[in-house]
């Protein structure tokens, strides 16, 4: 079936300017992460939400970031007056619960190349 | 805070069998994940380890230790398309929060 599936792939953004990154989770899935991996770096968490519920917003860098699921599917991360620190990759991530083997497995995107100038 | 420890990289021999450590210090942990990322791709799912001890997936088995906080990713006959990161990453949940922690990761290279 579809993974999760980010747009854009890349984008570039002058220094002030507002950009919106999609994530598609997989059908189904409650859990979606957002992170943020810089180069040579592991994935730093950005925030988490169980359906439309946004349940930890605590690895959000500043109030300049923010997210949504309204819908418990589909979300987006914005930045608002990007800096050049703001470049990295942003990855998502969807996750489900298999109760009969009490384990989760959890997918990631492509994830989203910021490059702010 | 949440304290993750991985090597930064390892080297090993195509066929041979590589070991990768993951320590961490956590509160509200619930598991441990493992991730592979090529360069300039997105990690890929490994394994999910909630109980102690070892879970095997083919070449990859994973084993957990929940006292120690200790876990380890083990990659068997190794083939030069191993060559990746390796990422260690606790699952905690807890007073509103919820976190996946990831380690800087434990780059491997397959060598011939």
């Known amino acids: 079936g579809a993974g999760v599936s980010q747009s854009p792939r890349y984008k570039v953004a002058k220094r002030g300017q507002d950009v919106a990154l999609r994530c598609d989770p997989i059908s189904g899935h409650v859990s979606l992460f957002w992170y943020q991996q810089a180069l040579g770096q592991g994935p730093e968490f950005l925030t988490y939400?169980?359906?439309?519920?946004?349940?930890?917003k605590s690895g959000l860098p500043s109030d300049r970031f923010f997210a949504e699921r309204p819908e418990g599917s589909v979300s987006t991360l914005k930045i608002q007056r990007t800096q050049q620190e703001d470049s990295a990759v942003y990855l998502c991530?969807?996750?489900?619960?298999?109760?009969?083997?009490?384990?989760?497995?959890?997918?990631f995107g492509p994830g989203t190349r910021l490059t702010v100038t | 805070g949440q304290n993750i420890d991985q090597p930064t990289e390892m080297t090993a021999t195509e066929g041979a069998i590589v070991q990768i450590n993951c320590t961490y210090q956590t509160s509200g942990f619930n598991g441990l994940f493992w991730y592979q990322q090529h360069a300039g791709e997105a990690p890929t799912f490994l394994s999910y380890n909630v109980l102690d001890g070892l879970e095997e997936k083919g070449r990859f088995s994973s084993f957990l230790s929940r006292s120690k906080g200790y876990s380890y990713l083990l990659l068997k006959e190794l083939q030069m398309k191993d060559s990746a990161s390796y990422l260690c990453?606790?699952?905690?949940?807890?007073?509103?929060?919820?976190?996946?922690?990831f380690g800087k990761g434990t780059k491997l290279s397959v060598i011939p």
């Open positions: 990453a606790p699952w905690t949940s807890g007073a509103g929060s919820y976190q996946l922690t």
């Open positions: 991530a969807s996750s489900f619960y298999d109760r009969s083997r009490n384990s989760y497995e959890q997918y």
């Open positions: 939400f169980q359906n439309e519920a946004q349940l930890d």
